[in-house]
């Protein structure tokens, strides 16, 4: 009787521990200042719903649980439907939410139909998510297709009221982010006066429990939480979702005397990353991947800092900096892109990208004295060299190649040496095999928020005179916002979008452009941006 009462209280013991553990370790997900941020009316789906990975025939769904009792895995129902008011439920199902990736909850829906808009929902202690909005992409002959693109979104610097604009559209397809998703710096704030809004935790993110704090902050911006919830979105990451300038086996700021193991650091910050994003887990944690458009277009989106890249060259006179032997992608990554993009029959090629692509001349800018920003593909000029090489060799042109990370908007004639008269003519379009894009920051700062005005209008008149940038077609070092790619069988039309101000909430935008990249009626390629 004595042993069995014994054996009863150890099993209750025991009970009582792995509860209480449960509960730690439920509690021990974020930060504790970021629950101080829940609107209770979304409780448990604080940070609200997204999708991401669109297909012809599935999409992942995404939402996050915060349990009340820190007790173990959680039932999450999810439902599909055609209108919004669920008359119409053509997917249901049920997922668990589980510790050990922080309650998140990802379920890939399949047998969907091409170029359709489905609405979602998730169900958890009784109570329902928001409902969110996605669209599957189109198959088979595609007269138009509307892309938006964004990067750099820096909470301390300022209103995500781009976001706001953007969520509100109604002709956008997709939503394409090309990195720097958050800020792993510690404090923060804009350089302009009057705004503050300091990052969670107030220190630089290394653990995993600071990555996570770090997104659930940004993921608690109803700004944002608004465009995941009404569109679908293609993700990659760039450094800052890691650390500054990251490469594959370290980062500039990254010391691991103050910080620890890059390696241990590194898959902190890659395993909340896809806790947080609406993309499908794989084993090798892999971003690099393709989507198709129909006829009309291929997407392939790149790895620029984890899976190759090689270390940045010190500078100008480093015997590194031509070395053909370092790498921004690798040869397994460039191969499957080139070979890609050889066997693709749609109509428009195009690469999301986090770093400006096209050779860039800063020297001719601010100084005499030659440099090269190495952490663009002009440190890297051996394997660009080698791309350009390829797509001249195979007659490739059409390409697009997207791009964020400088916090500013640019449009470029794609060509692989701007400045070599046998290579590149701006008057007849000579060399021109397709154009590159760059989306400016939604919050991260410009020009102006570094330097006097005054400063950037020179800066923007000398990067743009044709001596300096021949292939230079549009440029705004100023202002924050997003790009749209409007694609037809004929043209690639950029058009940006600037807010009016990012230091208090608004809704206003200001429409630049468009900038066109135009095929001509023989179906050859015109080689000029209009």
């Known amino acids: 009787m004595k042993n069995n009462l014994k054996s009863k209280g150890l099993i209750i013991c025991c009970v009582l521990v792995l509860c209480m553990l449960s509960g730690i370790e439920a509690s021990a997900q974020f930060h504790p200042a970021i629950p101080q941020s829940f609107d209770s009316d979304l409780a448990p789906f604080y940070f609200g719903v997204a999708s991401g990975d669109p297909h012809p025939g599935d999409v992942v769904l995404w939402t996050k649980v915060v349990p009340e009792t820190g007790s173990g895995a959680q039932q999450v129902t999810w439902q599909l439907a055609a209108d919004s008011n669920f008359t119409q439920v053509l997917k249901s199902g049920v997922a668990m939410a589980k510790p050990e990736t922080a309650y998140t909850v990802k379920v890939l829906v399949d047998g969907l139909e091409p170029g359709s808009y489905y609405f979602y929902r998730f169900r958890n202690g009784g109570r329902w998510s928001p409902i969110g909005r996605t669209k599957t992409t189109p198959a088979g002959d595609v007269e138009e297709l509307h892309l938006a693109v964004i990067s750099c979104v820096n909470y301390p610097s300022g209103y995500f009221n781009a976001l706001e604009d953007l969520a509100r559209r109604k002709d956008i397809d997709v939503v394409l982010h090309l990195g720097d998703y958050i800020y792993e710096y510690g404090g923060g704030g804009n350089r ?291 790009l749209t790619l409007t694609l037809t069988p004929e043209t690639a039309r950029a058009d940006w979008y600037f807010a009016k101000t990012i230091l208090k909430k608004t809704d206003k935008v200001k429409h630049c452009g468009p900038i066109i990249l135009q095929i001509d009626d023989n179906k050859l390629f015109k080689n000029r941006i209009k």
């Open 192 to 482: 302009k006066k009057g705004f503050s809004r300091p990052h969670i935790p107030p220190h630089e993110c290394v653990s995993l429990e600071d990555y996570r704090s770090r997104y659930a902050q940004y993921r608690l911006d109803p700004q944002l939480q608004e465009a995941h919830r009404l569109h679908p979105f293609i993700i990659i990451w760039d450094d800052h979702e890691t650390a500054n300038n990251s490469y594959a086996t370290g980062a500039q700021n990254h010391d691991p005397r103050r910080e620890g193991s890059w390696e241990k650091r590194k898959a902190a910050a890659v395993q909340a990353w896809f806790e947080w994003m609406p993309i499908a887990d794989n084993p090798a944690e892999n971003i690099i991947r393709k989507f198709s458009f129909g006829k009309l277009a291929d997407l392939w989106m790149l790895d620029e800092r984890l899976t190759a890249r090689s270390p940045q060259a010190r500078g100008v006179d480093d015997p590194a900096l031509t070395d053909s032997t370092r790498h921004m992608i690798g040869e397994e990554q460039r191969k499957w892109l080139l070979e890609g993009m050889l066997n693709s029959e749609a109509r428009w090629k195009l690469i999301g990208n986090q770093v400006i692509f096209s050779p860039l001349h800063d020297s001719r800018v601010f100084s005499r004295n030659p440099t090269v920003r190495m952490d663009r593909w002009d440190g890297y000029p051996a394997e660009r060299q080698k791309m350009f090489d390829f797509w001249y060799a195979h007659g490739l042109n059409n390409i697009v190649v997207l791009t964020g990370d400088v916090h500013t908007s640019w449009a470029f004639e794609l060509t692989a040496d701007p400045l070599n008269p046998q290579v590149y003519d701006r008057k007849t379009g000579k060399g021109v095999i397709g154009a590159e894009f760059t989306t400016p920051s939604i919050s991260s700062f410009n020009f102006d928020e570094v330097v006097p005005r005054f400063i950037t209008w020179e800066a923007k008149r000398r990067f743009k005179r044709k001596k300096h940038n021949p292939h230079l077609r549009f440029l705004d070092l100023n202002r924050h916002g997003y």
